[in-house]
């Protein structure tokens, strides 16, 4: 491998590995999305609601002298109490997501985003192996399998989405507003990262194309 492809392949990992990263952070956190309800009187407790792929957590926030007429912001001092979904775990309880969205959504996002893992591990190991000398062979599945991993967490992003959408739309549902938070931010930057650099890192691989009309790929200049 030439010093200037050498070059280009540690500055896309480093991207890679800033995407690793959010990815991870993402996948473990609980701010997905902020699910807020109708204050009806000032003066008054109201309990705002965020969740990620695998608990929800509600906080009781007192309201006081607002015109805004929705919970919130969600920074504001307050009892916070958080449970995993039910379908992750039978012993918690998850009543408020349980009645407002099908719980297909959320086992679907968060399996979605288990394979996106696996994806990122097998990179990882191809790239770790590919560091040997003479395996640069290696760098093309790695590449492969950290744009799989941007593939499969934006599908996550996507059903966590409508998960919001249909919880909203429910009559069941006593959440008016919502807004995604830096949880679900990081899932999109993710899927950026791995895709795009996973793509790039394929291309960078790949053998030296012919620079002459006349040169063919059998007598190119070998790469040492």
């Not at 006081?64 to 958080?82: A, F, H, R, V, Y």
């Not at 959440?175 to 950026?192: G, K, L, P, Q, R």
């Amino acid at each position: 491998m030439t010093e200037v492809k050498a070059l280009k392949v540690r500055l896309t990992l480093c991207f890679i590995l800033v995407g690793v990263c959010l990815l991870m952070a993402a996948v473990v956190t609980d701010y997905w999305a902020v699910l807020s309800p109708r204050v009806e009187q000032y003066n008054a407790t109201c309990e705002i609601a965020h969740f990620g792929l695998w608990r929800l957590c509600t906080k009781r926030i007192y309201m006081s002298n607002t015109n805004d007429k929705s919970c919130g912001p969600i920074n504001l001092p307050g009892e916070q109490n958080c449970s995993y979904f039910r379908h992750f775990n039978p012993g918690e309880s998850s009543e408020i997501f349980e009645v407002t969205t099908q719980k297909e959504y959320s086992i679907s996002a968060a399996a979605i985003s288990i394979f996106s893992i696996g994806f990122t591990i097998m990179g990882t190991i191809f790239i770790l192996l590919s560091f040997r000398k003479k395996r640069d062979y290696l760098l093309k599945p790695a590449a492969l399998f950290y744009a799989f991993s941007g593939l499969c967490i934006i599908v996550s992003v996507e059903v966590m989405r409508q998960s919001v959408k249909r919880m909203i739309d429910s009559e069941e549902t006593v959440w008016i507003e919502y807004y995604y938070s830096w949880s679900f931010a990081c899932a999109c930057t993710s899927f950026i990262l791995l895709f795009i650099c996973g793509i790039a890192l394929l291309l960078i691989s790949l053998p030296r194309m012919p620079q002459n009309p006349w040169e063919s790929c059998m007598d190119a200049e070998p790469e040492h």
